[in-house]
């Protein structure tokens, strides 16, 4: 089985405020279905899982 790094999302810093809360989300940005970079990266995400799990055919 070949030894293969997985994608990394890269890390963008949302912040929403509820209530006297401030979250932070780093990979909002993934849920921009039409944005190209979210469809590359899980193009990318894709070919790693059907790289690593080849074997199991």
Same mark, same amino acid.
């Given at each position: 089985? +070949?030894?293969? !790094? &997985? +994608? #990394? *999302?890269k890390? =963008? +810093?949302?912040?929403s405020?509820l $209530? !006297? @809360? =401030? @979250?932070? !989300? /780093?990979?909002?940005? @993934?849920?921009?279905q039409? /944005? &190209?970079? #979210? =469809?590359?990266?899980l193009?990318?995400?894709?070919?790693?899982?059907?790289?690593?799990? *080849? $074997?199991? @055919?």
């Amino acid at each position: 089985m +070949p030894e293969l !790094d &997985p +994608p #990394v *999302a890269k890390r =963008i +810093p949302y912040e929403s405020h509820l $209530h !006297d @809360l =401030i @979250l932070t !989300d /780093n990979y909002r940005w @993934l849920r921009e279905q039409r /944005n &190209p970079e #979210v =469809i590359s990266y899980l193009e990318e995400e894709n070919a790693y899982t059907e790289k690593m799990t *080849a $074997h199991t @055919l």
